[in-house]
T-cell receptor
Framework: DQQVKQNSPSLSVQEGRISILNCDYT??????FLWYKKYPAEGPTFLIS?????DKNEDGRFTVFLNKSAKHLSLHIVPSQPGDSAVYFC???????????????FGKGTKLTVNP | ETGVTQTPRHLVMGMTNKKSLKCEQH?????MYWYKQSAKKPLELMFV???????ENNSVPSRFSPECPNSSHLFLHLHTLQPEDSALYLC?????????????FGSGTRLTVV
């Protein structure tokens, strides 16, 4: 059972427009959410995060919105640039039952293509 | 060298071979992770080590054997793998327990089992 879902495998937008990537989750115990960006042949890199006590976090062109009642978060990129073309992974954090560690549960990713 | 380094970048192995993947982090993090990324699937957590102790084994088959000799190094020993084990294997580290900046990932090892 997938706890973090990214239902759109791909998204294509024009340069300068807004990109909106969506993510849904099922586990109400998740308390922290992150977005990662991955280029081909590279590991994912951290992009932006949001705590469950907030509903919005903004960092430059990137804004993450969290709707806890709907168990939904979204990443907005505005304006989109061709260099933003990558796979974007949504991730949620939960505590492991032992060892005090946290682990991240990832979605399948959405491939964003920004066309010049 | 900084960040998380994984070697080799690419590996092709037969089903009867034994090989090892290596991960090294120079970030002073105390938690390290192995993830598997298969095509069209989410990143799957395999193992978690916190202060060199394994704190999670996510029902991974015994043909995958992790080793964490110290908090900077993590290995994944492979033996008698199956073709369906072909995937990108990602190592990550974090300054557990604060995940506010998430994990730092390596570039991964692209494994092909023939």
């Amino acid at each position: 059972d997938q706890q973090v879902k990214q239902n759109s495998p791909s998204l294509s937008v024009q340069e300068g427009r807004i990109s909106i990537l969506n993510c849904d989750y099922t586990n109400s115990m998740f308390d922290y959410f992150l977005w990662y960006k991955k280029y081909p042949a590279e590991g994912p890199t951290f992009l932006i995060s949001i705590s469950s006590i907030k509903d919005k976090n903004e960092d430059g062109r990137f804004t993450v919105f969290l709707n806890k009642s709907a168990k939904h978060l979204s990443l907005h990129i505005v304006p989109s640039q061709p260099g933003d073309s990558a796979v974007y992974f949504c991730a949620a954090s939960s505590y492991l039952t032992q060892g005090g560690s946290e682990k991240l549960v990832f979605g399948k990713g959405t491939k964003l293509t920004v066309n010049p | 060298e900084t960040g998380v380094t994984q070697t080799p970048r690419h590996l092709v192995m037969g089903m009867t071979n034994k090989k090892s993947l290596k991960c090294e982090q120079h970030l002073g993090h105390n938690a390290m992770y192995w993830y598997k990324q298969s095509a069209k699937k989410p990143l799957e957590l395999m193992f978690v080590y916190n202060f060199k102790e394994q704190t999670e084994n996510n029902s991974v088959p015994s043909r995958f054997s992790p080793e964490c000799p110290n908090s900077s190094h993590l290995f994944l020993h492979l033996h008698t793998l199956q073709p369906e084990d072909s995937a990108l294997y990602l190592c990550a580290s974090s300054q557990d327990p604060q995940l506010h900046y998430g994990y730092t990932f390596g570039s991964g090892t692209r494994l092909t089992v023939v």
